[in-house]
Nanobody, 121 residues
Framework: QVQLVESGGGLVQPGGSLRLSCAAS????????MGWYRQAPGKQRELVVI???????NYAGSVKGRFTISRDNAPNTVYLQMNSLKPEDTAAYYC???????????????WGQGTQVTVSS
């Protein structure tokens, strides 16, 4: 079993900052990629950013220059630093990880439970 535990969401005023974290634990042999998605009410879940085990990143255009993902391999944790937040960033943010649990085994996608980010004055 693999668990992804997110933290760091909350209420912030426009222009403010928040930092999300996501820790992966359990049966982990290797992590191919980790990242963040978000889903606003009435909208589809969308990619925010992913980071591969090689350090390559892919940001959504709407967050590029404002959000920064970083990764700490020792405790299998990723962080999302969100600056210059806008009301349209309001959503539930979900951590996602592509994890292989055994050598040579398949990689599977896992999701966290989500953390709410609300940007409002």
């Amino acid at each position: 079993q693999v668990q992804l535990v997110e933290s760091g969401g909350g209420l912030v005023q426009p222009g403010g900052s928040l930092r999300l974290s996501c820790a992966a634990s359990g049966s982990i042999f290797s992590i191919n990629a980790m990242g963040w998605y978000r889903q606003a009410p009435g909208k589809q879940r969308e990619l925010v950013v992913i980071i591969t085990n090689g350090g390559s990143t892919n940001y959504a255009g709407s967050v590029k220059g404002r959000f920064t993902i970083s990764r700490d391999n020792a405790p299998n944790t990723v962080y999302l630093q969100m600056n210059s937040l806008k009301p349209e960033d309001t959503a539930a943010y979900y951590c996602n990880a592509l994890i292989r649990s055994t050598p040579g085994g398949p990689s599977r996608a896992y999701w966290g439970q989500g953390t709410q980010v609300t940007v409002s004055s």
